[in-house]
């Protein structure tokens, strides 16, 4: 099956631990995304990645880190250094199926849920 | 100034009637628009996405788009339980920004 994956579906950090959010996909898209989403809040970007070891900080990077070593692959790191990581996390890919500039559409995994200790 | 904005709702529907969801935007060079819905505890998905002014239909859901107005909403016929979720506006500019910004939700209940 052709997809988005996300592990683990809930994740504990205790005070001072770096915790690796894993997002992998097969569906052959370019672009990847990683959003961040609070409760009665909308989607906030993260980190984003277009090719293969090149990404760009999203609205809200402090705190958070990625790699983009491979194209399935699309991993984010939550350091110590983001106080407040309490919130579902959720990882997107995109392709352009309209085929007009800038018509990309972007599909999402399940998430994971991020909580802490 | 929030770019894109939703009523949070909620808005409550009986079955079998339409409902009616808006969203406006702010930055006038937004070309790309998407609803995506969200059941609770879960993921987005998407639903429609639209590029040109006028009407977009794929089954029960119609898309609006009104660039001059800056305005897109999403239309949902003969409602269904089923069909309760937060329902999420997206827009994105197409000249070298990838960038989606979505809207908070809104969320729609349908009334058996």
């Known amino acids: ?8 579906k809930y994740l504990f950090r205790k005070e001072g ?18 959003y961040r989403q609070d409760p009665g ?23 958070y880190s990625v790699s983009r070593e491979k194209k399935e692959s699309f991993p984010l790191t939550v350091t110590s250094a983001q106080k407040n990581p ?15 500039p800038g018509q990309e559409t972007q599909y999402f995994g399940p998430g994971t849920r991020l909580l802490v200790l | 100034q929030k770019e894109v904005e939703q009523n949070s709702g909620p808005l409550s529907v009986p079955e079998g009637a339409i409902a ?9 060079v937004s070309q790309s628009f998407f609803w995506y819905r969200q ?5 987005p998905e998407l639903i429609m996405s639209i590029y040109s002014n006028g009407d977009k239909e794929d089954g029960r859901f119609t ?17 269904q339980p089923s069909d309760s979720a937060t329902y999420l506006c997206a827009v994105k500019a197409n000249f070298g920004n990838e960038k989606l910004t979505f809207g908070t939700g809104t969320r729609l209940t349908i009334i058996p």
């Open chain 1, 1 to 8: 099956d052709g997809g988005i994956t996300q592990s683990p």
């Open chain 1, 17 to 34: 631990q770096n915790v690796t959010l894993s997002c992998e996909q097969n569906l052959n898209h370019d672009a990847m995304y990683w």
């Open chain 1, 41 to 63: 809040q909308g989607l906030r970007l993260i980190y984003y990645s277009q090719i293969v070891n090149d990404f760009q900080k999203g609205d809200i990077a402090e705190g």
């Open chain 1, 86 to 100: 309490t919130a579902f996390y959720l990882c997107a890919s995109s392709i352009n199926l309209a085929g007009g």
């Open chain 2, 20 to 28: 009616s969801l808006n969203c406006t935007y702010s930055d006038r």
């Open chain 2, 39 to 43: 059941y609770s505890g879960k993921s």
């Open chain 2, 63 to 79: 898309a609006q788009l009104n660039k001059a107005s800056q305005y897109v909403s999403l239309l949902i016929r003969d409602s």
